[in-house]
C-alpha cells in the first residue's frame, strides 16, 4: 500500500516563496512519475508539474512555468515543488500524485494514489 504524505503548506504574502514536499513509501518509484496538482475553491482539481522518478525528466503547466520547480530526492523517496513568487491566484490545496508510466508515452495516463493536500493561502 503505498503513502503520500505531504507537507509545507501555509500562509504566505504575495511574491513570498514556498516549498512543498511529498513523502512516499510502501513502492519502489523506478516505474512512476509524480506529479502536484491544486484544487482552489470552487474549481476543479488542475495539473500543475509531474517528474518523471527513472531521469527526472519534468513539466509544468503554462501558469507555473518560470516560478515553480518539481524535483526529486530518489534517497528519501520525496518529491519537491519550489514555489516561487507567489500570487493570490496560486491559493489552492496542493496534492501530490503518483502514477505508473505507461510504456510508449514516457507518462502516465493517469495518477491514481493521491496524498491528503497541503493547503496554500497566499494573501495581497
Known amino acids: 500500500q503505498v503513502q503520500l504524505v505531504e507537507s509545507g503548506g501555509g500562509l504566505v504574502q504575495a511574491g513570498d516563496s514556498l516549498r512543498l514536499s511529498c513523502a512516499s513509501s510502501?513502492?519502489?518509484?523506478?516505474?512512476?512519475?509524480m506529479g502536484w496538482y491544486r484544487q482552489a475553491p470552487g474549481k476543479e482539481r488542475e495539473f500543475v508539474a509531474r517528474?518523471?522518478?527513472?531521469?527526472?525528466?519534468?513539466n509544468y503547466a503554462d501558469s507555473v512555468k518560470g516560478r515553480f520547480t518539481i524535483s526529486r530526492d530518489v534517497r528519501k523517496n520525496t518529491v519537491y515543488l519550489q514555489m516561487n513568487t507567489l500570487a493570490p491566484e496560486d491559493t489552492a490545496v496542493y496534492y501530490c500524485?503518483?502514477?505508473?508510466?505507461?510504456?510508449?508515452?514516457?507518462?502516465?495516463?493517469?495518477?491514481?494514489?493521491w496524498g491528503q493536500g497541503t493547503q496554500v493561502t497566499v494573501s495581497s
Open positions: 517528474i518523471r522518478w527513472s531521469d527526472g525528466t519534468t
Open positions: 500524485a503518483l502514477g505508473l508510466v505507461a510504456y510508449g508515452s514516457g507518462w502516465p495516463r493517469f495518477f491514481d494514489q
Open positions: 510502501g513502492r519502489t518509484l523506478s516505474s512512476y512519475a
